[in-house]
Structures are given as C-alpha cells and as structure tokens.
C-alpha cells in the first residue's frame, strides 16, 4: 500500500505520526511509505533516518497526499489538508469529530475514509490509542507541578520527594484512571506523599492493590476534596466523566483553605478544566496564579515532551497500521470489532453512533 506521513501543521504540534522504526516494519512488508520532508524535525528524527528505514522523503506536499492511498497523521486535518483529502483515501488521525461540526462537514463532502485512533476501544473497556497520551500527560503533570513548587514560580519552595528529616510535598490526584494513576506512580517515584481520590471503588481497589500501602485511596466526597485542598502541596486533577465537561471539583472559595504556595494541575482543562479558577494555558507560558495559589493548564501537555509522545504514539498505533496496510480498511476492520468502532466517516456518510448523535443525526 501506499502511505503517507505529512508533517504536521497545527499550531505548535511538534508530533510526528510515525518515527522511522515504525516506517521500517512497513517498508520491510513490501508497502511504500513517503514523508513529508522534515516531518520528524520536531521530534528529534532527521529525513535520513526515514530514507534510511526505507522511505521516499518528499518535498511537495500535494504530491505526498495525492500519491497515497493511506495517510496517517497525529491532529485532525486543517482546512488545507482536508481540501487535499480524496474519496478513494483512507486517513488516520486524532480526529474529535463530535466536537468539531464544521470539520465532520468537511470530512463527509470528501468521501473519504476516516478512521478516528480515539474511538478504537479493548477489551478492558478502554480506549488504547488515547491512553498513551493520557500516561504521558499524568506523567508530565508532575513534573510540572514539582517545577511549580519552586519559590522562583511563585510556589510554596518545596521538595517533592523532602530530604532526611524533612518531610516530602503532600500529593493528591483527583480522578484515578489513565492519567491520575500515571501521576501517581510518578509523584511516588519522587517521594511525595500520595493520595488518590475516585468515584469508582473498582478503580480504587485496584490502585490499592497495585501499590500496596505506598498510596493512600480516598473516595472522592466533597469532605474529602476539602481536606485534601487543606492538606495537599500539590493537587493534580485528573478526572473524566465520559461526554460530560469536567465536574468543577475545587471552587475558588476552597482556594482560602489552601496553604499560599501551594499548586493545582488541571490536566482535565481540555475537558474545561476541574478548578472553577482554571483557563486553558500554553506551553509558552504555562502557570498564573490566583490567589496566592498556582495554577498550571496547558491542553496539550504531550506536546512539551514530542519526542516521547511520538514514540508512545507510534508504539500504540503501528500494529493497527500494518493492518490497514496489509488487508486494506474493508478488511481490517470486518474482522476486529474495536477496529471497527474507530471508523467515523466514510463514502460521504456518518459511521459513528457517537459522532453523528452529536449532529442529531443517526448512521
Ligand atoms: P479515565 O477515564 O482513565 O479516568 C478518569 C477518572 O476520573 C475515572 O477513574 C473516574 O472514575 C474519575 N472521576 C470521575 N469523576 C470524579 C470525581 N468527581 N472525583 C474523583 N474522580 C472522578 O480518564 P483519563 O484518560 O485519565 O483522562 C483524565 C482527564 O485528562 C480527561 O479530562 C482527559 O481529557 C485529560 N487529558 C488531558 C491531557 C492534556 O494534555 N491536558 C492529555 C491527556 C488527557
């Protein structure tokens, strides 16, 4: 088959969608893979890395969409590339389309197929090409929020792990799932103090068995967000509630029960956030602070990390890849039914209850 691997164009998007190992496993099987020149650049992979696994490295984009059958992209397409898109084209790609009515649009009037990496589920109920991102956004939120402490960006000028004799940052996530046990595994790996907090009893009682005594799990009442904001250094929110916009969990109020100094990382603020004082940030400039209070929220925490993220992506989605390459969509996705809950759009019609309930349409 043959693939195509655009460099990415949204606003600071340093991902790529495939490195070149993953090009390899493609080129090995006999399919012709051409990326854009340059694509790799912000993720640390350089052109000849890809000619190097076997791939044609092409300068002129309309040709590099035009010549392929399979295009594989990290973002939604822009209005520039979906007018390069063809009906006979299969893309895959973050999408979002339900909450997006005038790209779904554009998409539909383009005939082409679109396959979208976060509808594709498991068997566990999860939804595996989201979750590596989630465990990288967990992951950094700790990260961030350690940065954050320091006296220099307003913080209280805590160590998260303490030294002999000095007790560590008291951590709490709110919302145990992807993301939430990511930031806990790691905030534990620096020593803090960590407590989770969760609706779901199931998700406690495997985190309690995960880390044996090392955490604490708290169900997550409204008595028990009001001591952890009393008690908590650092407080990570880390809550879904599926097709819902995230629950506001701490109210500016709950902000004057809070030490000064301390800080809040919404990692929910793509979902509009966890902290009634929470607003989207970038990482160009990533944490404000309101009352005495840090806040950091940036929507695209993966983005700061491409290099990781790149590989996390291309790690979780490659096997689906070969699929598509070896069989063709029809194919692929005939034989797996979490396959098959991934395609959204095709031949110019909806094909995802999701997305077209949120249209007020059915498919
Ligand atoms: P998940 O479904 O795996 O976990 C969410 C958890 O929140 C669940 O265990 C659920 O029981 C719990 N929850 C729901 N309501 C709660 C409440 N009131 N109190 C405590 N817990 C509650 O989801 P995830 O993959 O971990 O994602 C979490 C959030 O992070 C989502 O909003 C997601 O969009 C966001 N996210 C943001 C970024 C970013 O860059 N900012 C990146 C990835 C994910």
Not at 179 to 193: C, F, I, T
Not at 322 to 332: F, K, P, T, Y
Request: charged content about 20%; glycine content about 10%; hydrophobic content about 45%.
């Amino acid at each position: 088959m043959k693939i195509a691997i655009p460099a990415e164009i949204k606003n600071h998007e340093y991902r790529v969608s495939m490195t070149p190992a993953g090009v390899r496993e493609l080129t090995e099987r006999g399919h012709t893979v051409a990326v854009e020149r340059g694509a790799g650049v912000g993720s640390g992979y350089p052109d000849d890395a890809y000619e190097q696994a076997g791939a044609r490295i092409e300068s002129d984009v309309d040709a590099l969409w035009a010549g392929a059958e399979l295009i594989i992209k990290v973002k939604e397409p822009q209005p520039v590339e979906v007018a390069r898109l063809e009906a006979h084209q299969t893309l895959f790609a973050y999408l979002h389309l339900a909450a997006d009515e005038a790209l779904t649009r554009s998409l539909l009037k383009t005939g082409a197929t679109c396959i979208a990496y976060e509808t594709i589920t498991d068997d566990h109920g999860g939804l595996p090409l989201l979750a590596p991102m989630s465990g990288v956004a967990g992951r950094m939120a700790v990260q961030a929020g350690a940065h954050c402490l320091e006296k220099a960006q307003g913080g209280a000028g805590i160590l998260m792990s303490g030294v002999p004799g000095v007790a560590p940052a008291r951590v709490t996530v709110i919302g145990g799932g992807v993301v939430g046990e990511n930031a806990a595994r790691m905030a534990l790996g620096l020593g803090a103090d960590v407590t989770v907090l969760d609706r779901s009893l199931a998700r406690l009682e495997v985190l309690d068995q995960r880390y044996q005594g090392r955490l604490r799990t708290v169900y997550s009442t409204r008595d028990a967000i009001e001591a952890a904001a009393r008690d908590s250094d650092l407080i990570v929110g880390a809550v879904l509630v599926p097709g819902a916009s995230a629950p506001r969990l701490i109210t500016r109020e709950m902000l004057s029960m809070m030490k000064p100094g301390s800080v809040l990382v919404d990692v929910a603020i793509d979902q509009g956030g966890c902290f009634e004082t929470s607003r989207a940030t970038t990482h160009a400039d990533p944490a404000y602070i309101v009352d005495d209070i840090v806040h950091y929220c940036v929507a695209n925490m993966p983005g700061a990390v491409a290099r990781t993220s790149t590989q996390a992506l291309s790690n979780a989605t490659l096997p689906w890849i070969v699929r598509l390459a070896e069989h063709g969509w029809q194919e692929a996705l005939a034989e797996d039914e979490h396959f098959r809950r991934g395609l959204n759009l095709t031949g110019g019609a909806l094909a995802h209850p999701a997305v077209a309930e949120a249209f007020g349409e059915s498919c």
